[in-house]
């Protein structure tokens, strides 16, 4: 969480979110009104967000990570505009999962990177595929979202299947589950291996691109300042 995040909560006087992420916050919680709802509830949560707001109240709208990257501040647009809200709408910016997964691995997104998510609730399994085959041809380093749950196991193996079609089984995976929390793992594992490894929806998955290495149990890919600067 940022600085300007809570500075948000402290200032609101109503609170709304995902039971969830709410249960990781208590400490803002406290003499706040509180509304709390289930997964597969962000139309709700975001309408019911807007329709305080402008009754006059300051709202914060709780997400995981940054709100601006696979969660609700593109919602919260749409449906304003749908309205046509005249409201005042901040984003406050969070730490997204790829980069505090990142940090944790070492420095896997030194250079061009992709992120995609193997979600397809919202997104036909056509065009994840597409994109993994564009990213993986192109030699980015991948950072992959909801790579997998309970229902959804086949994406993973199928995303696995398009990158070895261009990268060597060899080539380097991280693998950070609940990243910062008390339940954090991290794995460093291979392109050939990483299914062998415990993934789910709290994971993200690095996959490094031709140059990635592993050095002393972190990942790393070189931007090109050894070829450069003859380091």
Known sequence: MTYAASEALNDSDIIVGYKTY??????????????????????DRCRKSL??????????????????IYAMAGLVFELAKEH????????????AAVNGCAARLG?????????????NLLTPMELIEKRLDAAASADFVIAI????????????????EI??????????????????????????TTLENMLECEIGMQSTVMIGNSQTY??????????????????
């Open 107 to 119: 420095a896997p997104l030194m250079h061009d990177f992709a992120a995609i998510s193997l979600s």
């Open 84 to 95: 046509d809200t005249r409201c005042n709408i901040e984003i406050i910016p969070g730490i």
């Open 214 to 231: 592993i050095w002393n149990e972190k990942m790393v890919t070189p931007r090109g300042y050894a070829k450069k600067y003859k380091l």
């Open 145 to 160: 979202y909801n790579p997998k749950s309970k229902k959804r196991t086949e994406q993973i193996v199928r995303a696995r």
């Open 51 to 68: 329709e305080l707001v402008e009754g006059g109240k300051t709202v914060s709208l709780v997400c995981g990570g940054d709100p601006g």
């Open 22 to 43: 709410l249960d990781l916050i208590p400490e803002f919680l406290e003499g706040k009104e509180v509304m709390s709802s289930q997964m597969m509830k962000e139309v």
């Open 163 to 188: 990158l070895l079609k261009y990268r060597d089984p060899g080539t380097p995976v991280g693998i950070v589950t609940a990243a910062t929390r008390e339940n954090e793992t991290i794995s460093l």
